[in-house]
């Protein structure tokens, strides 16, 4: 059975970063794509990044680019989101998922597992 448990969530001012960790079991982590969701309050889960099976492609979407970086380790069964310079908007729940295949996929309907999520909360 697919299981997913992040950690790594937390309180943080403005501006500064985080180091979010997602523990995979159950499945075969090095066959599937992965993604990092989050959910603020009131509004639809949107897909931050995105990681392709191999780590040889990956998606951010464009509030991100350039702070934020995705990573697999392979070895661990473990995904990672690296978070800078952080802001009040993305104070959220944030989640990982496991994709259908080993290709990206922005629908978070291609995700058929997903974890319980880490909350995130930039205020200062």
């Known amino acids: 059975q697919d299981r997913l448990v992040e950690s790594g969530g937390g309180l943080v001012q403005p501006g500064g970063s985080l180091r979010l960790s997602c523990a995979a079991s159950g499945f075969n982590f090095d066959l599937y794509s992965m993604g990092w969701f989050r959910r603020a309050p009131g509004k639809a889960s949107e897909l931050v990044a995105a990681?392709?099976?191999?780590?040889?492609?990956?998606y951010y979407t464009d509030s991100v680019k350039g702070r934020f970086t995705i990573a697999s380790d392979n070895d661990l069964n473990t995904l990672y989101l690296e978070m800078k310079d952080l802001n009040p908007e993305e104070t959220a729940l944030y989640s990982c998922?496991?994709?259908?295949?080993?290709?990206?996929?922005?629908?978070?309907?291609?995700?058929?597992?997903w974890g319980q999520g880490t909350q995130v909360t930039v205020t200062s």
């Open positions: 990681i392709t099976s191999n780590a040889d492609n990956s």
């Open positions: 998922a496991k994709g259908q295949s080993a290709l990206c996929s922005h629908a978070p309907d291609s995700y058929p597992a």
